[in-house]
Each structure stands twice: as structure tokens, then as C-alpha cells.
């Protein structure tokens, strides 16, 4: 059976790293559900996209996934932050050791503002990092920590999305294949030569 | 003013080319409006996101833009290309010398389909250049002639986005700065060290 991740969006979210992330894991074939995590399933980007997202957070209260995507934007994770059925979300399953993947300031505002990371190694965008206790932050473009996988910002999402996917079905060769298909030449399974 | 970016969208267009082009010129202060290339605003993408664009394409008929951007995607830039009203805005924009920007399988589909590329040179995906006659494929990541810039394909969307940016608002100093702010360490205005 292929994967689950859920990709949670709220308003202003980034939509790049949101959907650089959908479209690595989908080629990948994991199947990414969009999370509106708010009122309504309609939900504006950072920069203006009107999306409408597959589900509301509401009706996945008894749903489990196999991953748990956190894209950044400024306000996107403030609200995400601030809410607390995403924490809740998240801390289900975070403790059933299912795969929690921020990028950007996810990691820093949605997780470590909320208790979250328990002492993990993590990164994140700016030094947001120095506004909070929780976590050990590492100067890297990913990071992965046991079931914590996170990312540093925008322009390292395509690097971030297939460590992801790897780490979700463990197939090296098929996403090597991808990385070379669509012409991206950072990443590889085994890194660069 | 600042410039004005079209991005056309079809149903099938490749989410994550779309957004980050609309994500990096936006960032650079260009205004980016997303155009639906068929009878609603609803378009799904490649890997399903439901998006909500802007305006129709038939509400465009007399409204100029300094840009037009033509996202990838397998079936999208089939259904761009079957478009008359597309090739039409498209011809409109590239006859008034406004800047027409295709990324992966675009430039071949779209303009070398339609006898759109009148012998410029271009990049796209794989190997759909050898289908058509129209145009001097080059085998690039980005390739500029005149006012056409094109962009091989997804993993090098950003370098696309980057380049399209400097050439609309000329400000390289700015691209630099954003390049570096989202950790995008593959692009530069003068090219890397």
C-alpha cells in the first residue's frame, strides 16, 4: 500500500515549498492529502494562490498518516502555531512515531513554540531558533533526527522533499531517478560525488 | 509600476513550475495574476491541487502583461497548446515584444507547436525538441534569445524564475539578496564563483 502524507496548509501558507513537496512525494508515488487547517477548505497562500484543499483538519480525527508535511510562510505558521487541533495533530502522530516533516520556519514556530520537538536536532529559516528553548538547532539544509525530518527554507525544498520521500519508501533508486528526470543536480540518495 | 506577470494555467499544469515562478517574481515585486486557459476558475494541476485562478483568459482579450509565463505539466501544455485562444495571447504579447517564458515541456508543445518559436533558440524537456521543426533547440537550463526566455525543466525552475525576474526588473542586486535569502545557492545574477 503506498504512503499517506498530509500537507498542512493555513492561511499564507508558502505555496513553493508547499508544493515542491507535493509534487516530489507524488512522483514518488505517496499519496499527499491537502489539510485546510482552518474554517473553510479554501485557503490563500502567501503570495495570493487560492487552493482548496482535499480536507478539513476537522474530519481527521481518527485519521492516521505516514507522514506530516508543515510548509513555512510567515503567517502560515503563526496560524498553524497558534492552533490547537494542527498541535494536537501533530502530537498524535509524534508519538506514534510517524514522520513529522517541517521546513523553513515551521520547525521553530509550529514545533518548537509548542513543545514540540522535545530536545530534537532540527533546522530552520533565520534565527528563529533564538526565540526558543525546545530543540538543539543545527546549521544544515536538512536534518533528520529520528522520526523529525526538517528543512532549512525555499531554495533547499526540492533537497527536503526527496530526503522525505526516501525516508517514506525507502527507495533510493526510484528517487535518484526523479532527481535526475526533472533536472535537479543537488540532491542524490547517497550525496553528491 | 511594477511589472505584470500572466501565468497560464491549464488542466495538468505542473503545480510545483507554476508556483515557484510565481513565488520568486513575486518576491522580486512583480505582480503575478494567474490565468485560468479554460471555462472556470477551478484548475486542477498535475498532481491534483485544486487551485482557484485569478480571471479567465477570455476576460484578457484587450489587457497587456510584460510577461508570460507557460508552465509544464504533461497534459497541461497539451491543453494549452490545443488552445487558439492561448496561441492567440500568447502571439498577441510576443509580436509586442513582451516577454514569453515557458518552462519543461512548454516551449515545444505550446510555442515549437504552434510555429510560436520562429526560429529562436530554446530549451524544454526530454526529447520533444526532436519532434518539431520550429525553433534551435540548446541544451540548457535556461536559455535567453531576445525577449523569449525558457527553462529546461522542474529542478531548474528556480534558476528559470530567478533569471525571468532579473530580466523584467533589471535589479540584480535585489535577485542576489532573495537567492540568498531562501538558500538558493545554485543561482546568481553574475553567475557562481
Given at each position: 500500500m503506498s504512503k499517506r502524507a498530509a500537507l498542512l496548509l493555513a492561511p499564507g501558507f508558502e505555496e513553493a515549498e508547499a508544493f515542491i513537496t507535493l509534487d516530489i512525494l507524488s512522483r514518488l508515488g505517496i499519496q499527499v492529502t491537502t489539510v485546510a487547517?482552518?474554517?473553510?477548505n479554501q485557503v490563500i497562500s502567501y503570495h495570493g494562490v487560492v487552493t482548496v484543499a482535499?480536507?478539513?483538519?476537522?474530519?481527521?480525527?481518527t485519521t492516521w498518516f505516514d507522514a506530516i508535511v508543515i510548509p513555512g510562510g510567515p503567517e502560515g505558521t503563526v496560524n498553524l502555531a497558534a492552533s490547537l487541533a494542527v498541535s494536537a495533530f501533530i502530537q498524535r502522530h509524534d508519538e506514534a512515531n510517524k514522520i513529522i516533516a517541517p521546513i523553513c520556519s515551521a520547525a521553530a514556530r509550529v514545533l518548537a513554540g509548542n513543545q514540540l520537538l522535545k530536545g530534537r536536532r532540527y533546522t530552520c529559516s533565520g534565527?528563529?531558533?533564538?526565540?526558543?528553548?525546545d530543540g538543539e538547532y543545527v546549521m544544515k539544509d536538512v536534518v533528520e533526527d529520528g522520526n523529525l525530518i526538517s528543512g532549512r527554507g525555499l531554495g533547499v525544498a526540492f533537497d527536503f522533499a526527496f530526503q522525505l520521500a526516501l525516508k517514506l519508501t525507502g527507495k533510493a533508486g526510484a528517487a535518484d531517478f526523479q532527481a535526475e528526470h526533472i533536472y535537479y543536480?543537488?540532491?542524490r540518495s547517497q550525496g553528491l560525488k
Open positions: 487547517c482552518h474554517a473553510q482535499d480536507v478539513l483538519l476537522e474530519a481527521l480525527s534565527e528563529l531558533w533564538m526565540q526558543h528553548s543536480d543537488r540532491w
